[in-house]
T-cell receptor, first 114, second 108 residues
Framework: DTEVTQTPKHLVMGMTNKKSLKCEQHMGHRAMYWYKQKAKKPPELMFVYSYEKLSINESVPSRFSPECPNSSLLNLHLHALQPEDSALYLC?????????????FGQGTRLTVV | GQNIDQPTEMTATEGAIVQINCTYQTSGFNGLFWYQQHAGEAPTFLSYNVLDGLEEKGRFSSFLSRSKGYSYLLLKELQMKDSASYLCAVKGYSTLTFGKGTMLLVSP
């Protein structure tokens, strides 16, 4: 199993809603990542978890709140988002944060904030 | 910080060979990755270079020169399904930074 599974695939939410994005992998990877990708732009790193601890937060606004309940799961809790937060949110995992480990990406959640 | 540069768009015909270049300036370097991304889909891993030289994988090859801060992805025997965005990504001390991607359009 070399899959990273993200749910939901599509999400439309209002600016006052609270929702969560979920990511799951069963490859035994100990590093997990959240990226944000706007149309025709490269993925931009948001958060990195290493061994279930937050190791990198790329100055992401507090309306995005990550959570890593266990080594297989990564959540992104969303609250009071803005329309400009509409994007493809990609989860990725790698064996560790060591340099030569490739990252496997999930299919992403297409988020629209209305 | 990281600065990664690659062409925005390229076009080629089916059966041809195309080379996509990537130049980078980084504060730390621990390898260079190439990913393929079809519209609306996740990036998929193509190759990884950490030492100078050429890595070949079927129709795809990737080259790295660390002294020049330069890499290229070579695609041979192009197929229509190769139409996609190709992302160059540099691994710094612990994180992966992506270039803006090169949109490749393969025509019949």
């Amino acid at each position: 199993d070399t899959e990273v599974t993200q749910t939901p695939k599509h999400l439309v939410m209002g600016m006052t809603n609270k929702k969560s994005l979920k990511c799951e992998q069963h490859m035994g990877h100990r590093a997990m990542y959240w990226y944000k990708q706007k149309a025709k732009k490269p993925p931009e790193l948001m958060f990195v978890y290493s061994y279930e601890k937050l190791s990198i937060n790329e100055s992401v606004p507090s309306r995005f709140s990550p959570e890593c309940p266990n080594s297989s799961l990564l959540n992104l809790h969303l609250h009071a988002l803005q329309p400009e937060d509409s994007a493809l949110y990609l989860c990725a995992s790698s064996q560790s944060q060591n340099p030569n480990t490739e990252a496997f990406f999930g299919q992403g959640t297409r988020l629209t904030v209305v | 910080g990281q600065n990664i540069d690659q062409p925005t768009e390229m076009t080629a015909t089916e059966g041809a060979i195309v080379q996509i270049n990537c130049t980078y300036q980084t504060s730390g370097f621990n390898g260079l990755f190439w990913y393929q991304q079809h519209a609306g889909e996740a990036p998929t891993f193509l190759s990884y270079n950490v030492l100078d030289g050429l890595e070949e994988k079927g129709r795809f090859s990737s080259f790295l020169s660390r002294s020049k801060g330069y890499s290229y992805l070579l695609l041979k025997e192009l197929q229509m399904k190769d139409s996609a965005s190709y992302l160059c990504a540099v691994k710094g001390y612990s994180t992966l930074t992506f270039g803006k991607g090169t949109m490749l359009l393969v025509s019949p």
